[in-house]
Each structure stands twice: as structure tokens, then as C-alpha cells.
């Protein structure tokens, strides 16, 4: 089946430093890939929209200069949290699909837990 | 405002026995379903989906349920067992939109042998 990696699986980081998260499709490629975040208890939230070679499509509330999204290739997407705080700290999780139509299934990373001291 | 709603936080129920996990959605762009099983610390793993066309897929021990004039949605586990506790997301795809899923709350089930 569809594989998405991801990397780290968890970070430590101090605040004001940035932290950059790799999101891959593996046996797959994938123009779009989707950031959601989770707070403990609590739904997965889109965050934002990776799109292949143009810009990314930020949810409202989504600070674009800080959560930077660069998505190269048609297997890699990366989500750097910039200048990080301890309100940052939260598990990010990466998706994306083999089939490019919408109506199938994301394929989920298994996530990376980000602690901000 | 949420649009899917997954009004049971928890739900324990014996090995063997039938799981009913349920789901409410207010968006009627919503044409696609989908139920996502995860475990702590690890991302959503994809179990049964259901287009808005339908009112019923099955898939072995799983199946979903669509009652659109209602929106409720319902998954339903049979036989449970004690490798199905887990969290449940409900999630829902709008159409016009890029495909990003719309998530609940989830359901945290717990199967007793």
C-alpha cells in the first residue's frame, strides 16, 4: 500500500530556534500534499496545503511566515516551524494520495511530536 | 464551529460484541466519508471509506453506514476484538475543495476480552 514517511518521529527544540520536518512519498508521487496539526485531545486541523512547484494554501489562522512549506518534488514536502514556542509544541502530521482523485483515501505519516522548551 | 461531529468521546464494549462508532456532519457539501483508525503517537491509518452515492460499504469485519437525509454516519465493528482499541477519527471530504479531509473528534474504543 501507499507509504508516507516522515522525519523526525519527535524533536526537542528551545524557543526561537526552527525546526524543519520532511514529509515523503515513498512508493508514490504526490503534487499535493496536506500539513494537519493535533493538540492532545483534540481533532487533526488542516493546517495548510502543499502544493507541487507553487505556493502553499494556508488555513485561516495559519501563520505562513512561520509554518514555511516548501514542497521541491513530487515526493517531498518539508514544513518548517520557525522561531518556534512553547505554544508550538504540538504532533504534526503529513498526508498525501497515490491516487490523484478526491474522492480516495490520505495516506497518513506517523507524525513528529514537537516539544518547544 | 465544528462540521463533523463525533459526540462520543469514548465507548467500551466486549470481544466479540458489535462496535457502533457514530459520526454527525452539518456540511451538506460533504460527499465523501471516511474512517480512520490511530493509535498514540503514530498517524491515522485508513480503514473503510463511503461515497455520498451509497448508503452502505462493507469490508470484512467492517462497515459503514451513510444516511444522508440525516447526516449521520455510523462504522460498525463485527466481531470486535481486543486489537481494534484504538482512536476513531470520522472524517469528511467537501466537493469543490482540494481534497483536504475535515476531521472529528474521534471516538476512543476499548474492546474487553
Known amino acids: 500500500g501507499a507509504v508516507v514517511s516522515q522525519h523526525p518521529s519527535w524533536v526537542i527544540c528551545k524557543s526561537g530556534t526552527s525546526v524543519k520536518i520532511e514529509c515523503r512519498s515513498l512508493?508514490?508521487?504526490?503534487?499535493?500534499m496536506f500539513w494537519y496539526r493535533q493538540f492532545p485531545k483534540q481533532s487533526l486541523m488542516l493546517m495548510a496545503t502543499?502544493?507541487?512547484?507553487?505556493?502553499?494554501?494556508?488555513e485561516q489562522g495559519v501563520e505562513k511566515d512561520k509554518f514555511l512549506i516548501n514542497h521541491a518534488s513530487l515526493t517531498l514536502s518539508t514544513l518548517t516551524v520557525t522561531s518556534a514556542h512553547p505554544e508550538d509544541s504540538s504532533f504534526y502530521i503529513c498526508?498525501?494520495?497515490?491516487?490523484?482523485?478526491?474522492?480516495?483515501?490520505?495516506?497518513f505519516g506517523n507524525g513528529t511530536r514537537l516539544t518547544v522548551t | 464551529d465544528q462540521q463533523v461531529k463525533q459526540n462520543s468521546p469514548s465507548l467500551s464494549v466486549q470481544e466479540g460484541r458489535i462496535s457502533i462508532l457514530n459520526c454527525d456532519y452539518t456540511?451538506?457539501?460533504?460527499?465523501?466519508f471516511l474512517w480512520y483508525k490511530k493509535y498514540p503517537a503514530e498517524g491515522p491509518t485508513f480503514l473503510i471509506s463511503?461515497?455520498?452515492?451509497?448508503d452502505k460499504n462493507e469490508d470484512g469485519r467492517f462497515t459503514v453506514f451513510l444516511n444522508k437525509s440525516a447526516k449521520h454516519l455510523s462504522l460498525h465493528i463485527v466481531p470486535s476484538q481486543p486489537g481494534d482499541s484504538a482512536v476513531y477519527f470520522c472524517?469528511?471530504?467537501?466537493?469543490?475543495?482540494?481534497?483536504?479531509?475535515?476531521f472529528g473528534k474521534g471516538t476512543k474504543l476499548s474492546v474487553k476480552p
Open positions: 498526508s498525501a494520495r497515490d491516487i490523484p482523485e478526491r474522492n480516495s483515501p490520505l495516506h
Open positions: 512508493d508514490f508521487q504526490a503534487t499535493t
Open positions: 502543499s502544493n507541487e512547484g507553487s505556493k502553499a494554501t494556508y
Open positions: 456540511n451538506s457539501m460533504f460527499d465523501y
Open positions: 463511503i461515497s455520498s452515492i451509497k
Open positions: 472524517a469528511a471530504s467537501a466537493r469543490g475543495s482540494q481534497g483536504n479531509l475535515i
